[in-house]
């Protein structure tokens, strides 16, 4: 019997199935190997919002940010649906700083807010914050020496600029010093906007301080020109306006500084402008009218 044409045919078959077999095989190494980390970055959102998940977050964030201190008690993420923070409190005792925050929303999800060229954090709202600000430091942290800062280790972002709208509504901020009482705003509401790092920064506020209403509007210099600490290449105006607001409100920040509260009475109405052209050049515009003014007498 002659086999010698068989086994050509059988040789020719396996010569011709061999490329497809080692592409297929290809496919399927990729799936096995592509499959388990899609799940996971696709589930990594679902897995931070758990529990575990978010306490493993802050302890990285507050091991970075120590002494201070980062905590919120609850916050849903993922890829598309906007980030939400609730009860969020950061404290900072060598600064004498303590914000708390009802809640803090994004406007984007994850996937927009991957730092990427411009890192653009959208808009980002403060829902209900009550800031503290101590002007005196802790007797316990005054004594202590300054903290070389820890070098190395940090990473790089592929970021060439940065972009946010950071927005406050109905919050209050105290301020305590060495006066008996603090200071005190109340209905804060207000907007930042940051465009680039190379763009003059929008600020708009408003408050009720001592009975009336404090705003402030304008817009100050880039980030990049602050940090030069320079003369700026262009000034920048800032208004404050005042309508119905009791001078007395200020006494305790004015006692702080000079240890009397000077202004025992006086509601002031109107508006001044800071033209701001350098770290220590500003000229103001404009004018307060003061009804009722009345001011301690010198010793």
């Given at each position: 019997m002659d086999f010698t044409h068989i086994r050509e045919d059988e040789s020719d078959e396996i010569v011709e199935k061999r490329p497809g077999g080692c592409l297929r095989g290809l496919l399927r190494l990729a799936v096995f190997l592509l499959v388990p980390l899609v799940l996971v970055a696709?589930?990594?959102p679902t897995l931070l919002s758990s529990d575990p998940g978010r306490l493993w977050a802050l302890k990285k964030v507050n091991a970075a940010i120590a002494p201070a201190e980062l905590s919120f008690e609850r916050w849903s993420l993922g890829w598309f649906s906007s980030p939400v923070l609730e009860k969020v409190a950061y404290r900072d005792a060598a600064h004498g700083a303590d914000v708390r925050v009802e809640e803090v929303a994004f406007d984007r999800g994850l996937l927009r807010l991957l730092p990427l060229g411009t890192f653009n954090l959208g808009r980002v709202t403060l829902k209900r914050p009550a800031g503290s600000v101590s002007l005196v430091p802790p007797a316990a942290l005054a004594k202590e020496p300054p903290k070389a800062a820890k070098g190395g280790g940090g990473v790089?972002?592929?970021v060439i600029d940065v972009a946010a709208e950071l927005h406050v509504e109905n919050g209050s901020v105290t301020v305590t010093g060495n006066a008996p009482e603090p200071f005190v705003a109340q209905q804060v509401s207000g907007a930042v906007t940051l465009e680039s790092f190379r763009q003059p920064i929008a600020v708009q506020a408003q408050m009720q301080v001592g009975g009336g209403t404090l705003a402030v509007e304008g817009r100050v210099q880039s980030l990049q020109e602050l940090f030069k600490g320079e003369a700026f290449e262009k000034p920048e105006k800032m208004t404050l306006k005042m309508a119905g607001v009791d001078l007395t409100a200020f006494g305790p920040l004015v006692q702080h500084a000079s240890g009397e509260p000077w202004v025992r009475s006086g509601v002031a109405e109107g508006a001044l402008t800071a033209l701001v052209s350098g770290p220590e050049q500003?000229?103001?515009?404009?004018?307060?009218?003061?009804?009722?003014?009345?001011?301690?007498?010198?010793?």
């Amino acid at each position: 019997m002659d086999f010698t044409h068989i086994r050509e045919d059988e040789s020719d078959e396996i010569v011709e199935k061999r490329p497809g077999g080692c592409l297929r095989g290809l496919l399927r190494l990729a799936v096995f190997l592509l499959v388990p980390l899609v799940l996971v970055a696709a589930l990594l959102p679902t897995l931070l919002s758990s529990d575990p998940g978010r306490l493993w977050a802050l302890k990285k964030v507050n091991a970075a940010i120590a002494p201070a201190e980062l905590s919120f008690e609850r916050w849903s993420l993922g890829w598309f649906s906007s980030p939400v923070l609730e009860k969020v409190a950061y404290r900072d005792a060598a600064h004498g700083a303590d914000v708390r925050v009802e809640e803090v929303a994004f406007d984007r999800g994850l996937l927009r807010l991957l730092p990427l060229g411009t890192f653009n954090l959208g808009r980002v709202t403060l829902k209900r914050p009550a800031g503290s600000v101590s002007l005196v430091p802790p007797a316990a942290l005054a004594k202590e020496p300054p903290k070389a800062a820890k070098g190395g280790g940090g990473v790089v972002l592929p970021v060439i600029d940065v972009a946010a709208e950071l927005h406050v509504e109905n919050g209050s901020v105290t301020v305590t010093g060495n006066a008996p009482e603090p200071f005190v705003a109340q209905q804060v509401s207000g907007a930042v906007t940051l465009e680039s790092f190379r763009q003059p920064i929008a600020v708009q506020a408003q408050m009720q301080v001592g009975g009336g209403t404090l705003a402030v509007e304008g817009r100050v210099q880039s980030l990049q020109e602050l940090f030069k600490g320079e003369a700026f290449e262009k000034p920048e105006k800032m208004t404050l306006k005042m309508a119905g607001v009791d001078l007395t409100a200020f006494g305790p920040l004015v006692q702080h500084a000079s240890g009397e509260p000077w202004v025992r009475s006086g509601v002031a109405e109107g508006a001044l402008t800071a033209l701001v052209s350098g770290p220590e050049q500003v000229k103001l515009e404009g004018g307060l009218i003061v009804s009722g003014l009345s001011v301690a007498s010198g010793p």
